[in-house]
């Protein structure tokens, strides 16, 4: 798998997005979100980990980059499912749900 380090973004070939540890540190909390790189817990190694609950979660301000780039992405595969539903279907779906997750998750419509 090809990946492209962005500074604080990872961006996998899939057009995913996974925070960098020095993006993690500099944030300064754990979000409880089982980060591929947290630097806070080590959540994989423990059985027993849960997440804090939603209360006590700090939310941060998301870059405005990167919302335009969630909502780029979105159309981009939502116009390929509508071009060509029989090619990369699944891959596509599953790109349209993740990037509807995100935004849905930053709080954008």
């Known amino acids: 798998m090809t990946t492209y380090n962005t500074g604080d ?3 996998t ?9 020095d993006f993690l540190i500099r ?5 409880a979100s089982r ?6 817990i ?3 190694e423990d059985p027993t980990w849960k997440p804090i609950p939603a209360e006590h979660v700090r939310r941060m301000r998301v870059a405005p980059r990167s919302l335009a780039a969630a ?5 981009q595969h939502e116009a390929a499912l509508a071009r060509d539903p029989e090619t990369s279907i699944n891959y596509h779906q599953r790109m349209v749900a993740h ?3 995100l935004l849905e998750h930053w709080q954008e419509r």
Do not use: M, Q
């Open 9 to 11: 973004w990872i961006v």
């Open 13 to 21: 070939e899939e057009g995913l997005y996974i925070a960098t540890r």
């Open 27 to 31: 944030r300064g909390y754990c979000c």
């Open 35 to 40: 980060c591929r790189n947290c630097p806070y």
């Open 42 to 44: 080590n959540w994989r």
């Open 71 to 75: 909502r780029f992405l979105l159309k």
């Open 99 to 101: 990037y509807r997750g």
